[in-house]
T-cell receptor, first 111, second 114 residues
Framework: GNSVTQMEGPVTLSEEAFLTINCTYT??????LFWYVQYPGEGLQLLLK?????DKGSNKGFEATYRKETTSFHLEKGSVQVSDSAVYFC??????????FGTGTRLTIIP | EAGVTQSPTHLIKTRGQQATLRCSPI?????VYWYQQALGLGLQFLLW???????NRGNFPPRFSGRQFPNYSSELNVNALELEDSALYLC?????????????FGPGTRLLVL
């Protein structure tokens, strides 16, 4: 079955540091890949997505590239801000359309 | 454009009672999904409705059920509540699921079972 393995948290960084959150997946066929973000006390917001190999999703300074050869979709940002503090979920959708999520990575940015 | 809305925002019930959670999708979206986010267990898929029909179901007991109405809004019903049902319940909607459209989430209903 489908699965998503996500970098364990929590992750604490200083403002303006470089961020990488690793995500790898196992899936049949050609899944779509997503990063969702959950701010404290809120639901999930779509951060970015990629639907085929070598696609790069980007939004709000975050980027992730769909790497089929390494089955990865790592999230990166060049310079994080305090407002980026949240829980980040990697997810995939394949065939039966439900989303399969990773366990989430809690990110805290300190000024 | 209004996003996915859910009601109520918070719900407190006692063990054995029934809970009803509601979701209104984004206008034009026909698919509705329900997920459970329990503490320490991550996000688990519950149910998927499309065009009024249940299309897929996660690994949850039959006391978790729901329906989708002609206007594509949806209800999730949880019968015989147990303490471990305490969780954030998230609803998502998408355009036709057959085209692998992106799911957009609502703010969730936080259910507490005492």
């Amino acid at each position: 079955g489908n699965s998503v393995t996500q970098m364990e948290g929590p992750v604490t960084l200083s403002e303006e540091a470089f961020l990488t959150i690793n995500c790898t997946y196992t899936a049949t066929g050609y899944p779509s890949l997503f990063w969702y973000v959950q701010y404290p006390g809120e639901g999930l917001q779509l951060l970015l997505k990629a639907t085929k190999a070598d696609d790069k999703g980007s939004n709000k300074g975050f980027e992730a590239t769909y790497r089929k050869e390494t089955t990865s979709f790592h999230l990166e940002k060049g310079s994080v801000q305090v407002s980026d503090s949240a829980v980040y979920f990697c997810a995939l959708s394949s065939g039966n359309e439900k989303l399969t999520f990773g366990t989430g990575t809690r990110l805290t940015i300190i000024p | 454009e209004a996003g996915v809305t859910q009601s109520p925002t918070h719900l407190i019930k006692t063990r054995g009672q029934q809970a009803t959670l509601r979701c209104s999708p984004i206008s034009g979206h026909t698919s509705v999904y329900w997920y459970q986010q329990a503490l320490g267990l991550g996000l688990q898929f519950l149910l998927w409705y499309d065009e009024g029909e249940e299309r897929n179901r996660g690994n949850f007991p039959p006391r978790f059920s729901g329906r989708q109405f002609p206007n594509y809004s949806s209800e999730l019903n949880v019968n015989a509540l147990e303490l471990e049902d305490s969780a954030l319940y998230l609803c998502a909607s998408s355009l036709s699921a057959r085209r692998k459209e992106t799911q957009y989430f609502g703010p969730g209903t936080r259910l507490l079972v005492l």
